[in-house]
C-alpha cells in the first residue's frame, strides 16, 4: 500500500497562476484532508471531505477549492495564487467511526512557494 | 483562549532523560485526544491516542486530565531519534467546522 500520495512534491508559482494539488489514498478511507502548515502557525484545516460527494470548509478555505473526485483521490485548486499561499500543503485521510476520530495518515506533502 | 495550547520549546535533553510535555485545551466538550510526532521536513504520524485512562507505550506515557482539560506526553530515557516536535491534537466535534484542531506543536532536541 502506498497510503497517501500527493503531486508535485514542489511547485513555484507566480502571483495570479493557478494550479490543482492531487491526493490520493488507497486505504479505502472515507474521509479526506487539505491541510496548511506555516512556521509558528502549526497545522491549519482548509478543506474536508466526509465522505464521497460532500467538502466542508475548514479553518482557512478562502482562496481555495476542493474537489472530491471519488473516493480514492481528493483535489485542490488554487485559482489565483498569492504570496500568502506559500506554505507546506498536506492531505490527509482517515476512517471515522460513530463518535470518534481516528488516526489520519498524511501523505509526504507539497511545498508550494508564490512569488 | 486558543482551542489546543503547547509550549512550543524548544525542549533541550540530554540522551537519557525524562521529559514531559503539556497541552491544554479550550472545549469542554472535546472527545479524541492525540499526540502526533512530525519530523524536520516530513509529515505528522499518529504517535499514540490518549485514552481517560491514561495510556503506555514502552518509552511514552500519556495522560488526560478532563477536569483540567489537559493532556500530558511523557517520555523516559530519550534517545536521539526521538528529536522532532511532538503535536498534541484535540477533537471536538461541535467546534465550528473543524473536526480535528491541531497545536503548534513542541520542539524537543535530544543531544548526546
Redesign the interface.
Known amino acids: 500500500n502506498a497510503g497517501v500520495t500527493q503531486t508535485p512534491k514542489f511547485q513555484v508559482l507566480k502571483t495570479g497562476q493557478s494550479m490543482t494539488l492531487q491526493c490520493a489514498q488507497d486505504m479505502n478511507h472515507n474521509s479526506m484532508?487539505w491541510?496548511r502548515q506555516d512556521p509558528?502557525?502549526?497545522?491549519?484545516?482548509i478543506y474536508?471531505s466526509a465522505s464521497e460527494g460532500t467538502t466542508?470548509?475548514?479553518?482557512v478555505p478562502n482562496g481555495y477549492n476542493v474537489s472530491r473526485l471519488n473516493k480514492r483521490e481528493f483535489s485542490l485548486r488554487l485559482e489565483s495564487a498569492a504570496p500568502s499561499q506559500t506554505s507546506v500543503y498536506?492531505c490527509a485521510s482517515s476512517e471515522e467511526t460513530t463518535?470518534?476520530?481516528n488516526?489520519?495518515f498524511?501523505?509526504?506533502?507539497t511545498r508550494l512557494t508564490v512569488l | 483562549r486558543k482551542e489546543v495550547e503547547q509550549d512550543p520549546g524548544p525542549f533541550n535533553v540530554p540522551e537519557g532523560a525524562t521529559v514531559a510535555f503539556n497541552c491544554t485545551y479550550s472545549n469542554s466538550a472535546s472527545?479524541?485526544f492525540?499526540w502526533y510526532r512530525q519530523d524536520c521536513r516530513?509529515?505528522?504520524?499518529?504517535l499514540m491516542?490518549v485514552y481517560s485512562s491514561g495510556n503506555e507505550d514502552g518509552r511514552f506515557t500519556a495522560q488526560l486530565n478532563r477536569a483540567s482539560q489537559y493532556i500530558s506526553l511523557l517520555i523516559r530515557d530519550s534517545k536521539l531519534s526521538d528529536s522532532a516536535t511532538y503535536?498534541c491534537v484535540v477533537?471536538t466535534?461541535n467546534s465550528?467546522?473543524?473536526?480535528?484542531v491541531?497545536?503548534?506543536?513542541t520542539r524537543l532536541s535530544v543531544i548526546a
Open positions: 484532508y491541510y509558528g502557525m502549526g497545522l491549519r484545516l474536508y466542508d470548509k475548514g479553518e498536506f463518535g470518534h476520530y488516526e489520519q498524511f501523505g509526504p506533502g | 472527545q479524541s492525540f516530513k509529515e505528522p504520524k499518529l491516542s503535536l477533537n466535534r465550528g467546522n473543524t473536526p480535528l491541531f497545536g503548534k506543536g
